[in-house]
């Protein structure tokens, strides 16, 4: 009798299950019309699905007694490249080894029109529910990708609405290994991103001045107490045409920013450093740092039994300081900082395929996905039937560390140990010489063996069937 995975049915959506003997990994069956090629390729992953222990006979039948988890996981799956590698991931890395409640949600680009998008908000409402969730990439749609899936209409970005509905922030952490080197020599251990995703320039409101006047800043309060007004610039004289802009940010948001970079730091055991202009934005910036100083000193016993320290810097000595740091901290950022670090310290950490990203809320519910997209260039190829090699390390980190995070929110510790065997096995493959193509090029390995998207995750699993 096979035994069933206990696989919830989050959104409605079919979801398949092994009550059968597998003669295809059950995501092969949850693959769009169109999709053949992937399904032809999912079909051919079989072999290996019955090479890991307790899929052991013909049939595909599991054997071998699973790690239990208790409470369960949401799953959200997603698009293109990622998706075929997402169901890959779960074959053959995760539900070979563990009884896991899995509620699916199927944030396909297709299936998110098909629900008028109220898929994601269940997906991000469940996450609040249960406490952790795993997001593969999605496509957030333009105009191109609304013609190529008829869709009713150009459908917000996935991250934006969970994020919204979360009220979380989001942490880019680059997975480290020793045979990549950082391009910054003195970066020894990962640089964990924050990003406020929340207010300043991205929701300014901006003008351009054509003929000479006067721009003001007005507040005029609810309550029918006087309007403030101060002058920004007078445009006149020989030079009476520019630009100006206002922009805005809430006490609420900068807070609950504060207490996810806190909780993170805390829970993950890292300095936190912030950063900010204060010495020239003495009331815009200078309201940031002192909610953060108020969140540091109302977690400081905390912060001391976590061993870590949090420190303020302007930003300019932040990045300074940076150049020269061994890393392991974490670096919270206001919104335009962290949209140009995170991409300077993926960058100098080597490739997108080696960064992940977790959600976390101000009451430590987390969400765990690859930093990277759906990796349409490389899916083009997949479909055409060509040869790929996709780095799947982002999205399988994804899995280890929501699978992490539920052991430990569950004091489960074999659980937080399986979590932990799977980034062993991806750190061995990769020190041990083989690598996805993109990551020849950082290697200073002498004769790596550059690999396609599937050996690589077959010789993941290998590692881990060895180490178990
Ligand atoms: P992308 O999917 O991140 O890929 C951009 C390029 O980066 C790839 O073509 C590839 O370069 C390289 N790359 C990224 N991930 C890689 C990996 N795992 N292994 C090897 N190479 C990797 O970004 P995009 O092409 O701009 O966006 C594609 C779709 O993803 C879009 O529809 C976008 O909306 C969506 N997206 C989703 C998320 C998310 O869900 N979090 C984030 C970003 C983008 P080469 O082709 O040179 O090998
Ligand atoms: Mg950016």
């Given at each position: 009798?096979?035994?069933?995975?206990?696989l919830?049915?989050?959104?409605?959506?079919?979801?398949?299950?092994?009550?059968?003997?597998?003669?295809?990994?059950?995501?092969?069956?949850?693959?769009?019309?169109?999709?053949?090629?992937?399904?032809?390729?999912?079909?051919?992953?079989?072999?290996?699905?019955?090479?890991?222990?307790?899929?052991?006979?013909?049939?595909?039948?599991?054997?071998?007694?699973?790690?239990?988890?208790?409470?369960?996981?949401?799953?959200?799956?997603?698009?293109?490249?990622?998706?075929?590698?997402?169901?890959?991931?779960?074959?053959?890395l995760?539900?070979?080894?563990?009884?896991?409640?899995?509620?699916?949600?199927?944030?396909?680009?297709?299936?998110?029109d098909?629900?008028?998008?109220?898929?994601?908000?269940?997906?991000?409402?469940?996450?609040?529910k249960?406490?952790?969730?795993?997001?593969?990439?999605?496509?957030?749609?333009?105009?191109?990708?609304?013609?190529?899936?008829?869709?009713?209409?150009?459908?917000?970005?996935?991250?934006?609405?969970?994020?919204?509905?979360?009220?979380?922030?989001?942490?880019?952490?680059?997975?480290?290994?020793?045979n990549?080197?950082?391009?910054?020599?003195?970066?020894?251990?990962?640089?964990?991103?924050?990003?406020?995703?929340?207010?300043?320039?991205?929701?300014?409101?901006?003008?351009v001045?054509?003929?000479?006047?006067?721009?003001?800043?007005t507040?005029?309060?609810?309550?029918?107490?006087?309007?403030?007004?101060?002058?920004?610039?007078?445009?006149?004289?020989?030079?009476p045409?520019?630009?100006?802009?206002?922009?805005?940010?809430?006490?609420?948001?900068?807070?609950?920013?504060?207490?996810?970079?806190?909780?993170?730091?805390?829970?993950?055991?890292?300095?936190i450093?912030?950063?900010?202009?204060?010495?020239?934005?003495?009331?815009?910036?200078?309201?940031?740092?002192?909610i953060?100083?108020?969140?540091?000193?109302?977690?400081?016993?905390?912060?001391?039994?976590?061993?870590?320290?949090?420190?303020?810097?302007?930003?300019?000595?932040a990045?300074?300081q940076?150049?020269?740091?061994?890393g392991?901290?974490?670096?919270?950022?206001?919104?335009?900082?962290?949209?140009?670090?995170s991409?300077?310290?993926?960058?100098?950490?080597?490739?997108?395929?080696?960064?992940?990203?977790?959600?976390?809320?101000?009451?430590?519910?987390?969400?765990?996905?690859?930093?990277?997209?759906?990796?349409?260039?490389?899916f083009?190829?997949?479909?055409?039937?060509?040869?790929?090699s996709?780095?799947?390390?982002?999205?399988?980190?994804?899995?280890?560390?929501?699978?992490?995070?539920?052991?430990?929110?569950?004091?489960?510790?074999?659980?937080?140990?399986?979590?932990?065997?799977?980034e062993?096995?991806?750190?061995?493959?990769?020190?041990?010489?083989?690598?996805?193509?993109?990551?020849?090029?950082?290697?200073?390995?002498?004769?790596?063996?550059?690999?396609?998207?599937?050996?690589?995750?077959?010789?993941?699993a290998?590692?881990?069937?060895?180490?178990?």
């Amino acid at each position: 009798m096979v035994q069933t995975q206990r696989l919830v049915r989050g959104d409605g959506r079919v979801q398949p299950t092994t009550d059968h003997p597998i003669t295809a990994p059950r995501s092969a069956l949850n693959t769009r019309p169109h999709d053949l090629i992937v399904v032809a390729q999912l079909m051919h992953q079989t072999r290996t699905l019955r090479d890991v222990p307790g899929t052991g006979d013909v049939e595909g039948n599991y054997t071998v007694s699973k790690i239990r988890v208790l409470r369960p996981l949401v799953e959200m799956d997603g698009d293109e490249m990622t998706r075929v590698i997402w169901a890959r991931i779960k074959d053959q890395l995760i539900l070979p080894y563990l009884d896991i409640e899995l509620e699916y949600y199927d944030l396909s680009v297709s299936h998110r029109d098909e629900t008028d998008d109220k898929v994601t908000v269940d997906a991000a409402n469940a996450t609040l529910k249960h406490g952790v969730a795993v997001k593969c990439a999605t496509i957030t749609p333009n105009d191109d990708r609304v013609r190529e899936f008829g869709l009713k209409k150009q459908w917000p970005s996935p991250n934006g609405t969970i994020r919204a509905i979360m009220d979380g922030t989001v942490f880019r952490k680059p997975i480290t290994l020793r045979n990549i080197p950082a391009a910054v020599k003195s970066w020894k251990k990962p640089i964990t991103i924050a990003r406020h995703a929340f207010g300043d320039i991205y929701r300014d409101q901006e003008m351009v001045i054509d003929r000479p006047g006067t721009v003001e800043l007005t507040f005029r309060p609810a309550d029918g107490s006087a309007a403030v007004s101060q002058v920004v610039n007078e445009f006149k004289g020989s030079s009476p045409t520019g630009i100006s802009m206002a922009m805005f940010n809430t006490d609420t948001s900068i807070r609950s920013f504060a207490k996810s970079c806190f909780t993170y730091a805390i829970a993950e055991r890292c300095s936190i450093w912030f950063n900010a202009k204060d010495t020239i934005s003495k009331k815009y910036h200078a309201r940031f740092r002192d909610i953060f100083a108020e969140e540091a000193a109302s977690r400081a016993a905390e912060i001391t039994a976590a061993g870590i320290t949090y420190s303020y810097y302007l930003i300019d000595d932040a990045v300074a300081q940076v150049m020269k740091h061994e890393g392991g901290h974490l670096w919270a950022c206001m919104n335009y900082d962290g949209d140009v670090l995170s991409d300077m310290v993926a960058a100098g950490f080597g490739s997108l395929g080696l960064m992940t990203s977790v959600l976390v809320n101000p009451d430590g519910k987390y969400e765990y996905e690859a930093a990277h997209g759906t990796v349409t260039r490389h899916f083009r190829r997949h479909q055409r039937g060509e040869e790929t090699s996709t780095n799947s390390v982002a999205s399988i980190f994804a899995w280890s560390g929501a699978i992490g995070q539920r052991g430990q929110l569950d004091a489960s510790a074999d659980v937080v140990a399986f979590a932990r065997a799977i980034e062993r096995a991806v750190i061995e493959t990769i020190e041990g010489g083989t690598m996805t193509k993109d990551l020849l090029a950082l290697t200073t390995t002498e004769h790596p063996r550059g690999v396609d998207t599937w050996a690589f995750m077959d010789a993941v699993a290998s590692h881990l069937k060895a180490s178990l």
